[in-house]
């Protein structure tokens, strides 16, 4: 089993940062890459960012340039930086981890970005 809390959500103004962390807990042996997701009111949840255990880093496009996923693998803690925060950015955002076939997903915290 593996647990993941986020938190950092909160309520920003348009141009300004957050940063989302996620601790993770439990058998982690099995998990390989570390995921954040969005999920906008009326939208499909989406991939956002995710890092592997050797740090490699991939983005979706409409965040490349302002977000930065990275983890600190002693204190199992995935973090996203956000930057340049606009609108459109607001959603809840969700920590993911698989292992083998089996998915986690943390509760997931609300960003709203104020324009």
């Known amino acids: 089993q593996v647990q993941l809390v986020e938190s950092g959500g909160g309520l920003v103004q348009a141009g300004g940062s957050l940063r989302l962390s996620c601790a993770a807990s439990g058998t982690m042996f099995r998990i390989k890459a570390m995921e954040w997701y969005r999920q906008a009111p009326g939208k499909q949840r989406e991939l956002v960012a995710v890092?592997?255990?050797?740090?490699?880093?991939n983005y979706a496009d409409s965040v490349k340039g302002r977000f930065t996923i990275s983890r600190d693998n002693a204190k199992n803690t995935v973090y996203l930086q956000m930057n340049r925060l606009k609108s459109e950015d607001t959603a809840v955002y969700y920590c993911?981890?698989?292992?083998?076939?089996?998915?986690?997903w943390g509760q997931g915290t609300r960003v709203t970005v104020s324009s």
């Open positions: 890092i592997s255990t050797d740090g490699l880093t």
């Open positions: 993911h981890a698989k292992a083998g076939i089996i998915n986690y």
